[in-house]
Nanobody, 116 residues
């Protein structure tokens, strides 16, 4: 079955950087658009970034443009999210996801906390 396993979350100071990873299995990774979402306490889950299968086209939420970079390694079935210039408001659980027909499939999430 489809499985998504995120890693790389941590406590980091404002202005710091992290790289999140998402190991995918159970489907042909290279054929699917992949997504990173995040959910802060008391807030709805929001789309952070996506990467398509067409020349790895990307799209970002306005709040992270210029600071976050989504990428994929199809040979390793792995999705990445590079987080730079982190702010306290980036604190959230970060999830990778893939759409299977009408259903979004989620990983368990990885916690990113930005605090001094």
């Amino acid at each position: 079955q489809v499985q998504l396993v995120e890693s790389g979350g941590a406590l980091v100071q404002p202005g710091g950087s992290l790289r999140l990873s998402c190991a995918a299995s159970g489907f042909i990774f290279s054929l699917y658009t992949m997504y990173w979402y995040r959910q802060a306490p008391g807030k709805e889950r929001e789309l952070v970034a996506l990467i398509t299968t067409t020349r790895d086209s990307t799209n970002y939420a306005d709040s992270v443009k210029g600071r976050f970079t989504i990428s994929r390694d199809n040979a390793k079935n792995t999705l990445y999210l590079q987080l730079n210039s982190l702010r306290p408001e980036d604190t959230a659980v970060y999830y990778c996801s893939v759409r299977n027909k009408a259903t979004m499939i989620w990983g368990q999430g990885t916690q990113v906390t930005v605090s001094s």
